[in-house]
C-alpha cells in the first residue's frame, strides 16, 4: 500500500530516553477524522464573501482579502471555531462594516459545513461507509497500542463537543478514549485546549513531560510543548490520505513548535517504538 511507502518519522528532537508517557492527547478533525475534511474550503470562501461587502475594492483586491482570511483562519485553527469568527468580526469592523454577532458567523459556517458532510454522515450511520473510510490511516491501531501501554488518552477538539461525541461514536473511536472527549462549549471561555491539559496533568498527578501529544494545527502543538510535552505534527494529506506528508501542513506544524512530524499513523507499532525510544 502506498501508505505504507510513504510514512517516515522526521525528528526535529527526539523523545529524551528516559521520558515515559502516561497521558496522550489528540486532537480530532484532521488528526484522527477526515470527516470534516475540506472544512477550511466552506470557512475561507464565506469569510471571503463577507469581508468583500466591506472592503474597497480599490484597496483591497479578492486575492489580498483571501491571504487575510487564509491566514488568520490557519493561525486560529485548533481553538473553538468561535475565535475564528470573532476575528472575522474584527476585520469587518477594521474596514468601517457593522458586524454581525460572532455566533450568527458561526452559524451561517456551520450550515454550509453541514451541506457538505452530510452525506458522509449519513453514509457512515447507514454503514455505506465503515468507520475506517474517515480515520485517518493506522489511526485505530495507534490508539489501541498506546491504550495496551497503558497510556491514558484524551481527545480535544475546538469543534463544538456534541458534534465530536457522535462523529468519534460513528467512527467507533469512543472506547479509546479513556481519559475523555471535549469539544468547544457554547460559554466558550470555559473551554480551552490548554484547560483540558492543565486538567489532565492535575488529574493524573503527572509531569508535563509525561504527556504526548498528537495534532495537525498550531493550538495543540504550542499547547503541549508549553507544559513540557512531546508534541507530534500529524501532517495528514485529508483529501488524499496515506500519500504522504501535506507539505503546507508540515510547514505550519514546524512554526508551531512539532518536535516530530508523521504524515498519519500507518506504521503504528514504528511510530509507538520511536515514542518509547526503541527506535527511530
Ligand atoms: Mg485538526
Known amino acids: 500500500m502506498s501508505a505504507v511507502k510513504s510514512f517516515t518519522i522526521e525528528i526535529i528532537a527526539s523523545p529524551q530516553p528516559t521520558r515515559t508517557f502516561r497521558a496522550a492527547l489528540f486532537d480530532f478533525d ?5 470527516v470534516r475534511e475540506g472544512w477550511q474550503n466552506v470557512m475561507t470562501p464565506y469569510f471571503c ?40 468580526a474584527e476585520e469587518v469592523k477594521a474596514r468601517g462594516g ?19 458532510i452530510q452525506n458522509r454522515i449519513e453514509k457512515l450511520e447507514s454503514g455505506a461507509a465503515k468507520p475506517d473510510d474517515f480515520v485517518v490511516p ?26 465530536v461525541k457522535r462523529e468519534a461514536e460513528l467512527l467507533q473511536l469512543t472506547p479509546f478514549f479513556d481519559g475523555g472527549i471535549y469539544g468547544a462549549q457554547d460559554d466558550y471561555k470555559t473551554f480551552s485546549k490548554a484547560l483540558v491539559i492543565e486538567r489532565l496533568i492535575k488529574v493524573n498527578a503527572i509531569d508535563g513531560a509525561e504527556l504526548v501529544g498528537f495534532g495537525d494545527g498550531y493550538v495543540e502543538i504550542e499547547n503541549v510543548r508549553d507544559v513540557g510535552g512531546y508534541a507530534v505534527g500529524v501532517a495528514t494529506n485529508e483529501a488524499n490520505p496515506g500519500a ?3 507539505a503546507w501542513k508540515r510547514g505550519r506544524l514546524l512554526n508551531a513548535g512539532a518536535s516530530a512530524i508523521v504524515p498519519d499513523f500507518s506504521e503504528p507499532e514504528r511510530l509507538f517504538a520511536f515514542l518509547s525510544g526503541k527506535d527511530q
Open 49 to 88: 464573501e463577507v469581508l468583500a461587502e466591506v472592503a474597497e475594492p480599490a484597496r483591497e483586491s479578492a486575492e489580498d482579502i483571501e491571504r487575510v482570511v487564509r491566514d488568520f483562519v490557519d493561525k486560529i485553527t485548533g481553538k473553538q471555531t468561535i475565535y475564528q469568527c470573532i476575528q472575522l
Open 244 to 246: 504522504g506528508v501535506d
Open 30 to 34: 484532521g488528526t484522527l477524522s477526515l
Open 98 to 116: 457593522t458586524p454581525l454577532d460572532p455566533l450568527l458567523y458561526k452559524k451561517e459556517y456551520l450550515r454550509r459545513l453541514q451541506e457538505r
Open 138 to 163: 493506522g489511526g485505530r491501531r495507534f490508539l489501541q497500542i498506546l491504550r495496551d501501554a497503558g497510556i491514558k488518552l484524551y481527545l480535544a477538539s475546538g469543534t463544538d463537543e456534541c458534534y
